[in-house]
């Protein structure tokens, strides 16, 4: 393998695990985004406070009241 293709196939990898990385990254956040939303929407129809809620959630009351 000649420098050049062996440089080009390290980058191609390279930048190859930087986007699953990033997908990884991204689909977490998204996970606990979505399990924040799930236990305040529970919690407000369990009839909790929304000052409550947004303690515990760190969600924004607009966020929680749209639940």
């Known amino acids: 393998m000649t420098n050049i293709a062996y440089e080009k196939e390290s980058s191609y990898l390279e930048g190859k695990d930087d986007g699953i990385k990033q997908g990884i990254e ?10 924040k939303r799930e236990m305040a929407k529970s919690l407000k129809e369990q009839g909790f406070p929304i000052s409550a809620i947004e303690k515990a959630s760190g969600l924004s009351e607009e966020e929680i009241r749209s639940l």
Do not use: D, H, L, W
């Open 26 to 35: 991204q689909g977490i956040k998204q996970g606990v985004s979505n399990t």
